[in-house]
Every structure is written in C-alpha cells, then in structure tokens.
C-alpha cells in the first residue's frame, strides 16, 4: 500500500472555536454580502 501525504492548507478552518476562524469567515461574509448587494 502506497501512502501519500496531501497538503491542506484550510485544515485550521475545522477548529470552528479558533479566532482565526471566525474571523476568515466573517470576512468572507462581509465579502459575500457586498457582492449581492451590487446592482447586476
């Protein structure tokens, strides 16, 4: 059996307790937000 290691570079979003968490996604809600709120 052959094991092969995988980067994930989001891995420290699945503590949803970190500050650090929390605050990517709030970003990511502000940004979401401001996009809907753009006239197409």
């Known amino acids: 059996m052959i094991i092969k290691k995988i980067a994930d570079p989001y891995r420290w ?3 949803i307790d970190s500050e650090e968490t929390r605050q990517f996604v709030e ?3 502000n940004l979401t937000n401001s996009l809907e709120s753009q006239s197409i």
Do not use: D
Request: proline share 0%.
């Open 13 to 15: 979003l699945e503590n």
């Open 27 to 29: 970003q990511q809600q």
